[in-house]
């Protein structure tokens, strides 16, 4: 999987400190980085074509002169050029995982603006290669550009930054989590989706609830929020597994497709999304075929179509065969988490076993955990 470069890394501790050093630095304030990369949030229409284009995060600056107002620390690294999300790869996650990581002692929080096609993918990838996160990661952007001025833009960003900055009594950040705020919304960002691409509240969280909600107050809900084990430090983790496909179930479903799938030379995990509690068609060719594939060495993980519930691969005739050839429970996962997970563990260097054990474990508080295995 792409890495990044000596030539990157030096480039990238440049670019920050020449932002810092533009700054007055006053160590008393918490300090918040701004990774931008891009998204709807910085775009413009092209006056000609009507299209939505990047632009750079300076003109972004100008936009939000509120950003002063924060007595806080606030600096910032920006992708050159910024990106639609939408062209985002996993090389672009290791981009972000880094800057937090060489960055990680020095400010409080970090607040990530990112395009929203692929938002739940990168919250769901940082929250595997930030292990052990003690500092709020808070990915927001927006359906409208900052410049609009209906934006919603302003205030997904100056919330966002409102909550990397915030501090319990203890001094403790309120939320040690890679989150996304949207809308009014603060959610565990490997449990999102996104649903919308009309309305202003775009994410959801199906299967677990807000860990704050944003109106006159922020609420925060503190027996939700993970928190890091101080005996363990944090660890960062830059190795992405290649080799995964997602064979989606559906009524007519036949043999040839399926077929394709299993000659892909280097599938190393397919994930299934399957019907309600994790169930699929009763077709011997079908089962055939998985078992196949569990022979091969491939992972095989179910997950289901249904936004919200569970897989239960007891429950029906139609979940337990999936189980029988193979498959492992994928439980309440979103794609975006099992896409990204999968990836993470497969670039690790895990066995197949312990891979399977891992995908039957919450490692940030990705799924919830059933009685079935
Ligand atoms: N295509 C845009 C992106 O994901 C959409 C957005 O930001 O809302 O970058």
Redesign the pocket.
């Known amino acids: 999987m792409a890495d990044l470069g000596l030539r990157e890394i030096i480039h990238l501790i440049l670019k920050i400190r020449d932002s810092l050093a533009t700054m007055s630095y006053n160590s008393a304030q918490p300090s918040i980085l701004i990774i931008y990369t891009?998204?709807?949030?910085g775009?413009i229409e092209n006056p000609e074509t009507g299209a939505?284009l990047n632009f750079d995060f300076e003109q972004f600056r100008c936009h939000v002169p509120e950003l002063k107002q924060f007595h806080l620390q606030i600096h910032s690294y920006a992708f050159e050029p910024p990106?639609?999300?939408?062209d985002m790869e996993p090389k672009h996650w290791v981009e972000i995982a880094k800057i937090i990581a060489d960055n990680y002692d020095v400010y409080d929080g970090f607040v990530v603006l990112?395009?929203?096609?692929?938002?739940a993918f990168t919250a769901s990838a940082l929250s595997f290669m930030l292990e052990n996160l003690g500092k709020p990661v808070v990915i927001t952007?927006?359906?409208l550009p900052i410049g609009k001025l209906r934006t919603d833009g302003k205030e997904n960003l100056l919330t966002s930054i409102e909550i990397a900055a915030a501090r319990n009594s203890a001094g403790e950040p309120m939320v040690p989590e890679v989150c996304i705020f949207f809308e009014s919304q603060l959610m565990r960002g490997n449990r999102t989706t996104k649903i919308n691409a009309e309305g202003f509240n775009?994410f959801r969280s199906f299967n677990y609830p807000p860990l704050a909600v944003a109106g006159v107050h922020i609420r925060y809900n503190n027996l939700l929020i993970r928190r890091p084990d101080s005996s363990r430090p944090f660890r960062s983790h830059f190795s992405l597994g290649t080799g995964i496909f997602i064979l989606t179930i559906f009524p007519g479903i036949q043999k040839e497709y399926v077929d394709v799938v299993i000659q892909m030379k280097n599938l190393r995990a397919l994930i299934i999304k399957t019907y309600g509690s994790g169930n699929a068609p009763q077709k011997p060719w079908l089962l055939d075929k998985l078992r196949e594939l569990d022979r091969r060495g491939v992972i095989l993980v179910n997950i289901t179509q249904c936004s919200q519930g569970t897989v239960e691969m007891h429950r029906y005739a139609t979940g337990l065969q999936l189980l029988q050839a193979g498959a492992v429970n994928g439980y309440d996962g979103t794609l975006e988490s099992t896409v990204s997970k999968l990836m993470f563990l497969l670039g690790q260097n895990y066995s197949k076993e312990e891979i399977l054990t891992l995908l039957n474990t919450s490692i940030a508080g990705e799924i919830t955990l059933s009685s079935e295995a």
């Open positions: 891009g998204g709807t949030i775009m939505l990106i639609d999300s939408s990112h395009g929203t096609d692929t938002m952007g927006a359906q775009a």
